[in-house]
Structures are given as structure tokens and as C-alpha cells.
């Protein structure tokens, strides 16, 4: 496979992970017309709700392009799942979200530029990666159903 062919299958693998509507309900979709107190709503004590997904997704975007970057085991600095921030507002949300996509859109333009072999010669190899690809499309289905559960 060449390198042009490589990088159309990631990128493709990135689509399908978050706005390909054939294979999941796009982000956009799901995010749209929640207020902050929709996205803060969690259905039990020990669960996690919509804006806390939303944060948790941004972190590990932005973790994999660190660690393709430096090509460092890395974890997020603050955390798997980050504090909702303080006060939990309507800013705040939008805030929240536009970071959401802004980790998407750095992943989406270093897929684009980096050389396939970086690419594969990360700590964790292109496994990483691809398991970020299920990991955005599993988190984005959770969205989906808690939307579905409360009507939002």
C-alpha cells in the first residue's frame, strides 16, 4: 500500500469514528440544541453524563497527537475524565464542546501531514490510534442513548 493510500484509509477510519452518518450519528448531530444543563444531567451517582463524555473524548484526541508527537507514553494531565468546569455554564459548555472539536480537527490535520511510519512508530503503534477511531465511536453512541433516555 502506498503512502497516499495509507493515510486515505486513516483519515477514513477518523470520519467513520465521529461524523460518517452511515456509521454512527455524527457529533454535530448529537451535540446539537443541548443546553449545559442537558449535558450535565448523569443518570445515577457513579454514572457519567454527556458533558463529562465530551471532555473525557477532547483529553484522549489531544493525547494521541501528544503521543504521535513525541512518540512518549503519555496520559493526560488532568486525568481520564476532567472536572466539569466551574461554574458549569452555558460559556462553559460552548467552551467545552469547541474543545471537543478543535481535538478533532489538530487529529484530523496531523494524520494529514505526518509520514505513515510515524504514524506506526509511537509507543503504542497504529493500535493506538485505531483504537481512538473505536473509542470516539463508542463514546459517541453513549451520548446518543443518554439523549434518547431523557429526550433531549
Request: aromatic share 10%; charged share 30%; proline share 6%.
Amino acid at each position: 500500500m502506498d503512502e497516499k493510500a495509507f493515510k486515505e484509509g486513516i483519515l477514513a477510519g477518523l470520519e467513520y469514528s465521529y461524523r460518517h452518518d452511515e456509521w454512527v450519528n455524527p457529533l454535530d448531530e448529537a451535540l446539537d440544541g443541548l443546553s449545559a444543563a442537558n449535558a450535565l444531567w448523569r443518570p445515577g451517582d457513579e454514572a457519567k453524563g454527556i458533558w463529562d463524555i465530551v471532555l473525557h473524548l477532547a483529553v484522549w484526541n489531544e493525547n494521541i497527537v501528544e503521543r504521535m508527537k513525541t512518540g512518549e507514553k503519555a496520559r493526560p494531565e488532568e486525568g481520564a475524565w476532567p472536572p466539569i468546569p466551574d461554574p458549569a455554564d452555558d460559556a462553559a459548555w460552548e467552551a467545552s464542546k469547541k474543545r471537543l472539536w478543535d481535538s478533532l480537527q489538530n487529529l484530523e490535520q496531523y494524520l494529514s501531514t505526518c509520514a505513515p511510519g510515524r504514524l506506526m512508530a509511537g509507543p503504542y503503534g497504529l493500535g493506538d490510534l485505531l483504537c481512538r477511531f473505536v473509542h470516539n465511536g463508542y463514546h459517541l453512541g453513549q451520548i446518543t442513548k443518554l439523549r434518547e433516555i431523557k429526550g433531549f
